[in-house]
Antibody
């Protein structure tokens, strides 16, 4: 059974940093493309970025609003994908989800989701 | 690339709910739909315009043509009340794009 478990969220002051983790089980992590998506309170889904698998060079791609502040990386030895967030702003307050791409169905679909971890940025 | 969804749709129990997702020549892209119940993570309900993942009822159907993709839910019940998001992959930017979401209310 595929499971994704995010952790690392919490209350952070503006300007601070945070590293979110997403532990994956039930599939071959090294072959998976992983994404991060966030959802601000009462708002819609916002794509953050993606890391490809080793075959595709573990390349990353980010949405414009977070490019330069957010970094996605993976550790196949721990079956974990990370999201490093720097220079946090109040508008980064959101639930952060990790997802798989095309694991069960086709490419470009986000087919498995974790339950999310809440990041609150406030002084 | 921008996807436009109506903020809300209301439907009576047992009737059919239709939710749209507009985008420039969206018919040339593959559209995926997600259901998000309150307090829960999104769940994929339709992918590649009109394919249901295993476990999703046949009541959920999708179509895509021209500038509009559509998710239709037949025989709606209270359990279908949720937010629904459309999503595409924009090949020009290599970015995932979500629509703003539609809140489905079952009257």
């Amino acid at each position: 059974e595929v499971r994704l478990a995010e952790s690392g969220g919490g209350l952070v002051k503006p300007g601070g940093s945070l590293r979110l983790s997403c532990a994956a089980t039930g599939f071959t992590f090294s072959n998976a493309w992983m994404h991060w998506v966030r959802q601000a309170p009462g708002k819609g889904l916002e794509w953050i970025g993606r890391v490809t698998d080793k075959i595709y060079g573990e390349t990353t791609n980010y949405a414009a609003p977070v490019n330069g502040r957010f970094t996605i990386s993976g550790d196949a030895s721990k079956n974990t994908v990370y999201l490093q967030i720097n220079s946090l702003r109040t508008e980064d307050t959101a639930v952060y989800y990790c997802t798989t791409e095309g694991l069960r169905v086709g490419a470009t679909t986000l087919d498995f989701w974790g339950q999310g971890t809440l990041v609150t940025v406030s002084s | 690339y921008v996807l436009t969804q109506p903020p809300s749709v209301s439907v009576a129990p047992g009737k059919t709910a239709t939710m749209t997702c507009g985008g420039n020549n969206i018919g040339s892209k593959s559209v995926h739909w997600y259901q998000q119940r309150p307090g829960q993570a999104p769940v994929l309900v339709v992918y590649y315009d009109n394919v249901r993942p295993s476990g999703i009822p046949e009541r959920f159907t999708g179509s895509n043509s021209g500038n509009t993709a559509t998710l239709t839910i037949g025989r709606v019940d209270a359990g279908d009340e949720a937010d629904y998001y459309c999503q595409v992959w924009d090949s020009s930017s290599d970015h995932v794009v979500f629509g703003g979401g539609t809140k489905l209310t079952v009257l």
